[in-house]
């Protein structure tokens, strides 16, 4: 996580700057930012905030952008199924989208494990911080840092960064050209929905390609 850390920190940055000049109070800003904990959520959120929209419709947006996690979770459910529920709420609190992939990358075989805690919360305690003290200096020097110059692109850097590590065989490399497609086809949905149909696309494609061609299973060695 320390090496898409300063992606994250950018992203972070733009998201503090933007609601600092949005004239939400700062207060309101601070508590959303550690309450939601999620950037593009309080992006889509905050011009309803200010227009006075009604909750529903804020709820109703906030839920559409983030749904993404409704799939990230069940990958993750072999891992954490058989922890206590508020255990389980706790990581749904601190899921992230690089945290989830490099957590994912580092364990591919669905089973727990023991050093799987320590890795969760490692990332954990670089990848908050690196989002929530960013966000908070934006906010608190909105007025100095024009939007303009546009360090949010360097999350989105970091996040090609790391997609483009982990496309080490056919079937992921036809999995993202999946998403691609299937995000740009489907540009035009309103409240971002295109991730989502994106991420499903992937998904299936994925499912698919596994079921078709399952991988061959590797003999394991015996150190004994």
Same mark, same amino acid.
């Given at each position: 996580?320390?090496?898409?850390? =300063?992606?994250?920190?950018? &992203?972070?940055l733009v998201t503090g700057v933007a609601m600092a000049k949005s004239?939400?109070? %700062?207060?309101?800003? @601070?508590?959303?930012?550690? #309450?939601?904990?999620?950037?593009?959520?309080?992006?889509?959120? +905050?011009? #309803? +905030?200010?227009?006075?929209?009604?909750? &529903?419709? /804020? &709820?109703? /947006? !906030?839920?559409?952008?983030?749904?993404?996690?409704? @799939?990230?979770?069940?990958? *993750?459910?072999? $891992?954490?199924?058989?922890?206590?529920? *508020?255990?389980?709420?706790?990581?749904? $609190?601190?899921?992230?989208?690089?945290? $989830?992939?490099?957590?994912?990358?580092?364990?591919?075989?669905?089973?727990?494990?023991?050093?799987?805690?320590? $890795?969760? *919360?490692?990332?954990?305690?670089?990848? &908050?911080?690196?989002?929530?003290?960013?966000? +908070? !200096?934006?906010?608190?020097?909105?007025?100095? /840092?024009?939007?303009?110059?546009?360090?949010?692109?360097?999350? @989105?850097?970091? %996040?090609l960064g790391l997609m483009y590590s982990l496309l080490g065989d056919?079937?992921? *490399?036809?999995?993202?050209?999946?998403?691609?497609?299937?995000?740009?086809?489907?540009?035009? #949905?309103?409240?971002? %929905?295109?991730?989502?149909?994106?991420?499903?696309?992937?998904?299936? /494609?994925?499912? =698919? +390609?596994?079921?078709?061609?399952?991988a061959e299973a590797k003999p394991v060695e015996d150190n004994t």
């Open positions: 996580m320390v090496g898409v850390s =300063l992606g994250i920190a950018a &992203w972070g004239g939400l109070p %700062l207060q309101i800003s @601070i508590l959303m930012s550690l #309450l939601v904990f999620a950037g593009s959520a309080q992006l889509a959120a +905050l011009p #309803l +905030l200010v227009s006075g929209a009604p909750v &529903w419709m /804020i &709820w109703a /947006i !906030a839920l559409c952008v983030n749904l993404r996690f409704v @799939i990230f979770s069940a990958p *993750w459910r072999p $891992y954490f199924a058989h922890l206590p529920r *508020w255990q389980r709420m706790l990581r749904g $609190y601190f899921t992230a989208d690089l945290n $989830y992939v490099v957590f994912m990358a580092r364990f591919r075989e669905p089973r727990t494990a023991p050093e799987q805690e320590p $890795y969760f *919360w490692g990332g954990v305690a670089t990848n &908050w911080p690196s989002w929530q003290l960013p966000t +908070l !200096a934006g906010l608190l020097l909105g007025d100095a /840092i024009p939007t303009e110059w546009g360090f949010g692109f360097a999350g @989105i850097l970091a %996040l056919r079937a992921s *490399w036809v999995a993202a050209g999946v998403a691609c497609a299937a995000a740009v086809a489907t540009a035009a #949905l309103p409240l971002k %929905l295109n991730v989502v149909v994106a991420i499903a696309a992937a998904v299936a /494609i994925g499912l =698919l +390609l596994d079921h078709v061609s399952p």
